[in-house]
């Protein structure tokens, strides 16, 4: 995530765990998007070198010249390098990952599909914030801090202040170490990335959408399971709203009581 690397230097290299065998017809667009989900997720730094081209045909299940091939198009994007020697292969050398490079092949979903996701969210995602709380370190927070400060920095570039956001959530997912319910809401983010890049800001949105970052944060930083339930709310109604401004629909008032935002009883003070 440091933005300190120095091209030809070596850091460490990722785990093969990171990525899973591909069971899609559509393979190459499979391995292109599970090295970029990883070097979004935070796990790995500019700087760090990928399993081996060999070690991510055996363990994604594909043929050298897939991941060859993969491998390029990353290259071709500025997010990695191919390094020669015994210690070499794919380097990262940008965590800045083209948007269309995740979102390929991805068409935008209907309202009521939108609404059902969005619900799925609110259902899942307070939760394992709240077990971020409990289990999550300081350097899970201070990663989750830099976050929202490459928010600020880049709240003039739209594809950079989205993967920031998303940085935030990831980490935060992660601290939970429950992979289950990090897996579910990797998949809800996905299938909401089309819908959400065309959901527009204003600055004071860009403004707000940091404020709720930083209020978030400091829940979890706290640990009080009440106060982190309160400010999750808040801030997915903040996209909600987004969302029904922009479709014109009602979403959060047709929420059961126990899916929208808690009164408020003095926990976040």
């Given amino acids: 995530m440091s933005s300190s690397y120095a091209p030809g230097s070596v850091g460490e290299r ?24 990883v070097i979004r997720s935070g796990v790995v730094h500019e700087g760090d070198m990928l399993p081996s081209e060999r070690a991510l045909a055996a363990t994604m299940q594909v043929s050298r010249p897939t991941v060859r091939a993969a491998i390029q198009v990353l290259v071709d994007a500025g997010v990695l390098e191919v390094r020669g020697g015994r210690s070499g292969g794919p380097a990262i050398v940008s965590i800045w990952v083209p948007p269309e490079l995740t979102a390929a092949g991805l068409l935008g979903q209907s309202g009521d599909e939108i609404y059902k996701l969005l619900e799925a969210r609110r259902v899942v995602e307070p939760r394992i914030a709240q ?12 990663r989750m801090e830099r976050s929202i400060e490459m928010l ?18 990831r980490v935060m997912w992660q601290a939970a170490d429950s992979p289950t319910l990090e897996a579910t809401l990797v998949d809800i983010f996905r299938r909401l990335a089309v819908e959400r890049d065309t959901m527009l800001r204003t ?3 860009i403004d707000f959408g940091a404020e709720l970052h930083r209020d978030t944060l400091r829940a979890l930083r706290r640990g009080r399971p009440e106060e982190v339930e309160v400010e999750m709310h808040r801030h997915l109604e903040h996209f909600e709203l987004l969302v029904e401004d922009v479709l014109g629909r009602g979403m959060t008032n047709r929420l059961p009581p126990y899916l929208r935002v808690p009164e408020d009883d003095g926990a976040g003070g």
């Fill in 152 to 169: 600020e920095i880049h709240r003039d570039d739209r594809a950079r202040y989205e993967q920031s956001h998303d940085l935030f959530h």
């Fill in 14 to 37: 990722a785990d093969s765990a990171l990525f899973t065998p591909v069971r899609t017809r559509a393979t190459l667009d499979n391995v292109v998007h599970q090295i970029a989900d």
């Fill in 203 to 205: 600055g004071e949105d």
């Fill in 131 to 142: 077990l971020a709380a409990l289990r999550g370190s300081e350097d899970h927070f201070a």
